[in-house]
């Protein structure tokens, strides 16, 4: 593994349980380097099951805890009740409290600002979508109007996907449902323009929740109704912005150390799926031995470069 430069950030994508994957590959990097991510990471970036982590991280709980919170807390938080098997019928799938919950234990009465104020500082960026004002909030401990949020409330704001939770407060809902369920960009906009931090000093780590393939055969191509076209648009779609991501970075930020890391699953595996928890800590594992031996995903590499920039 490439040393990391001076200054370390990393930026988590959403993806509900599937964010199991990134703990234990975390877990994977603190056991080979002998440090915990709080240690390594001074800048935290993440969105829906990706800000769970993130704030983890800038909280200093290690990798290894969060997975085990993960596997203890998955079946209360995504429970099998009539609510979920009467959906649509119903609003939302799961109620809230058990996440609210969780929160509450791990981060207690912790707020934005106690991560800037602190003596290990950290920059902790959470994105969350406010349907009052129309655009997407950029949760940050330096930042005034956010340094008396409670931590676990930024947290279940970017968490609360639509229909799968009720809205937070009325208007606050995950923060991957516009361009940034991979906050790559967030993070190396941050790093930059608001710490000032000289990309040549600085390794930006990004980590995907897996990547879900959709084959096409075709010498058989499959007999697709309108109503089967929906899923395969939403995954290709969302996939293409993933992909996006990737691409502004390398081709605004090109003296940053970059390093994206990605798995495609073998088997599509939902967001609110408890039942495969072995299966992804295995792909969390095989991720972090990715990260060790810096395999970084096919997606790096393509810069978007118009003719006449330099």
Request: proline share 5%; glycine share 8%; hydrophobic share 40%.
């Amino acid at each position: 593994m490439k040393p990391f430069r001076k200054n370390v950030a990393i930026a988590i994508d959403g993806g509900g349980m599937r964010g199991i994957i990134v703990t234990q590959a975390l877990a994977t990097l603190e056991d080979a380097l002998g440090a915990t991510t709080h240690d390594m990471f001074h800048l935290t970036v993440g969105t829906s099951t990706g800000s769970i982590i993130s704030a983890g991280i800038a909280a200093g709980i290690s990798a290894k805890r969060m997975t085990e919170l993960y596997v203890e807390l998955g079946n209360s938080i995504f429970p099998n009740t009539l609510r979920k098997k009467l959906f649509p019928l119903t609003s939302y799938r799961y109620s809230s409290k058990p996440l609210e919950r969780a929160l509450a234990n791990q981060f207690g009465d912790m707020k934005m600002r106690d991560l800037w104020n602190s003596g290990q500082r950290t920059d902790l960026v959470i994105s969350a979508y406010d349907l009052a004002e129309n655009k997407t909030k950029f949760i940050k401990p330096w930042k005034e109007e956010y340094a008396d949020w409670p931590v676990a409330k930024a947290v279940q704001a970017s968490c609360t996907v639509p229909t799968y939770f009720p809205v937070v407060e009325n208007r606050y809902i995950d923060g991957g449902v516009g361009s940034y369920a991979n906050p790559c960009y967030i993070a190396a906009y941050e790093a930059k323009e608001c710490l000032n931090w000289d990309p040549a000093e600085t390794t930006l780590i990004s980590i995907g929740t897996g990547r879900d393939l959709y084959t096409y055969n075709a010498e058989k191509p499959p007999r697709l109704y309108a109503w089967d076209w929906i899923g395969v648009v939403l995954d290709v779609f969302s996939q293409s912005a993933y992909d996006q991501q990737v691409h502004l970075v390398e081709t605004y930020f090109q003296q940053l150390d970059f390093r994206r890391f990605q798995i495609n699953l073998r088997e599509p595996i939902a967001m609110d799926d408890t039942s495969q928890m072995d299966i992804l800590m295995a792909y969390g594992t095989r991720l972090g031995r990715m990260i060790l031996s810096d395999k970084t995903d096919p997606a790096q590499g393509i810069v978007i470069k118009h003719p006449g920039y330099f």
